[in-house]
């Protein structure tokens, strides 16, 4: 991960539905009749030291399946990362690398043709959304409206996914969207699919909203038939950065009961040294494996979900009062009433609301119900 998420407070919802109707409509063409027969469930490290991810890999490699190499200093050191790929098959982990960077994307590449049966997809930079409404970073610096700076933000990110580094003439180009791509974010997710990335993982950290991070996560997944999961990043931006075991135990358990095929907890200090993860946090992460072979999901989670529909290109944080759009226009009533109105139906259907966009699809039977931003509902 590249910049650890630095999230708000969330505020309290009340409401009043203000607009008339004028939307378009969606169709979802997405089939989960096998969306549970994989499920990845593992870490993130994000240290380049060898030896302690071996130790580590020893650990844990009897309760999870999956290993991301999350720190440069491996995934752009040939040597190293041989070394640690080479382990993790051995220890019949599926895995992803980190890059940030298409130049190297050619090292990377010739690694893992060696050992492509466990290759599950490259991790490709990361937080665009949320950098974008942070102003860290960003895609957009000013826009005349909403479908513009949503126009600058897709196109930014497409042209970084299709980026290339020339080495020689020999080599062909390998630019990101050639691999199966994952990241994670903390905002913004559906604008993050419409670039191309294939995975996206929602940060669970600090003291946002869990339930409306996956709210907007699998909506867009759902209505681009893409996969998603969770990352359980830092709660604290200093030692010991991470909760107590227990409650990383129940955010893996609301992951999963929400239907994440990905399921990552981050383990990196604030130098990227060495691991935050103590006794009790491996065991939680035994306890919960057992938990999944105790408690199968049903294959599908589709059943009884409800979908809160946004306007086309509004991208709001939901992270308070102070929140931006984009994070170049100030909140206003419209943003108040929408994030009252979400509010409200995540009181009445808890886990089973999504959030989507009103993005120009026709509608389909889906969702059991969409609720949408201007007040219309509709039953299909």
């Known amino acids: ?51 302690k991810i071996k130790k580590l890999v020893d650990q844990i490699s009897d309760y999870t399946n999956f290993f991301v190499i999350g720190s440069t200093g491996i995934s752009y050191d040939q040597d190293n990362l041989n070394q640690t790929i080479f382990y993790l098959v051995e220890q019949n982990l599926d895995y992803a690398v980190y890059t940030g960077s298409a130049r190297w994307l050619f090292s990377i590449n010739e690694i ?26 960003i895609s957009v610096e000013s826009a005349d409206n909403y479908s513009d700076a949503a ?22 180009y390998l630019v990101p969207l050639d691999f199966h791509l994952i990241t994670s974010d903390y905002a913004l997710y559906w604008f993050d699919y419409q670039a191309g990335y ?74 990227y040294t060495d691991t ?25 989670l589709l059943d009884g979900r409800v979908a809160f529909v946004l306007p086309k290109d509004w991208a709001y944080g939901f992270r308070g009062p102070d929140d931006k759009i984009w994070g170049l226009w100030e909140t206003d009533e419209l943003a108040s009433t929408i994030s009252e109105d979400l509010g409200f139906l995540l009181e009445e259907y808890g886990s089973k609301l999504d959030v989507i966009y009103d993005d120009g699809l026709e509608l389909d039977n889906i969702y059991k119900k969409y609720f949408f931003w201007n007040g219309t509902i509709i039953t299909p």
């Open 1 to 51: 991960m590249c910049n650890i998420l630095k999230l708000k407070y969330i505020f309290p919802i009340v409401v009043c539905l203000l607009l008339l109707p004028s939307f378009l409509l969606y169709t979802l063409v997405v089939s989960f009749e096998n969306e549970f027969d994989e499920f990845y469930f593992g870490i993130d490290v994000a240290y380049a030291d060898v030896d």
């Open 112 to 137: 893992l043709a060696l050992y492509e049966e466990k290759f599950v997809g490259l991790y490709y930079d990361d937080e665009h959304g949320g950098r974008q409404l942070d102003l860290n970073a």
């Open 151 to 172: 126009s600058q933000f897709v196109s930014s990110l497409v042209y970084r996914l299709n980026a290339t580094y020339y080495r020689d003439k020999p080599y062909s």
């Open 198 to 271: 294939d995975v996206l993982l929602a940060q669970f950290g600090w003291n946002y909203s869990r339930q409306i991070n996956i709210a907007q996560v699998r909506g867009a997944a759902t209505a681009m038939d893409r996969d998603w999961g969770a990352i359980i990043a830092w709660t604290y931006s200093e030692p010991p950065y991470v909760g107590s075991g227990e409650e990383l135990f129940d955010d893996l358990v609301l992951a999963y009961e929400n239907g994440a095929k990905y399921i990552l907890v981050f383990d990196s200090n604030e130098a």
């Open 276 to 300: 935050i993860l103590r006794e009790e946090h491996l065991a939680a992460m035994e306890r919960f494996w057992k938990y999944t072979k105790d408690n199968p999901r049903p294959s599908n």
